[in-house]
């Protein structure tokens, strides 16, 4: 079974940065895409941001664009959120997805991890 392990989240001013990152255990390769959802108190979770591997572009929900960057470490296949100008409403638990094939091992089969917590203060 693979295993998403979400870390750095914390609290932080408004104005300020994170970087989170993902790892996938279980597996002996990284996958083919990765995306980050997250899930504040009393809201449905959403997606944030996505990056494809082998050249493709990365997508972001609009309220983040400009802010947060997706990106992937080659070397050892770690995955990062790095966010920037955070606001109150960036407030939530992130969550790390990746592709394996054509299957999205947790926004499709469910095997989410437990997220790292982001808490923005005014």
């Known amino acids: 079974q693979v295993q998403l392990v979400e870390s750095g989240g914390g609290l932080v001013q408004a104005g300020g940065s994170l970087r989170l990152s993902c790892t996938a255990s279980?597996?002996?390769?990284?996958?083919?895409?990765m995306a980050w959802f997250r899930q504040a108190p009393g809201k449905e979770r959403e997606f944030v941001a996505g990056i494809k591997w082998a050249g493709d572009g990365t997508y972001y929900t609009n309220s983040v664009k400009g802010r947060f960057t997706i990106s992937r470490e080659n070397t050892n296949g770690t995955m990062y959120l790095q966010m920037n100008n955070l606001k109150p409403e960036d407030t939530a638990v992130y969550y790390c997805?990746?592709?394996?094939?054509?299957?999205?091992?947790?926004?499709?089969?469910?095997?989410w991890g437990q997220g790292t917590q982001v808490t923005v203060s005014s």
């Open positions: 279980g597996r002996a390769f990284s996958g083919s895409a």
């Open positions: 997805d990746v592709r394996y094939g054509s299957i999205w091992i947790a926004s499709e089969r469910g095997s």
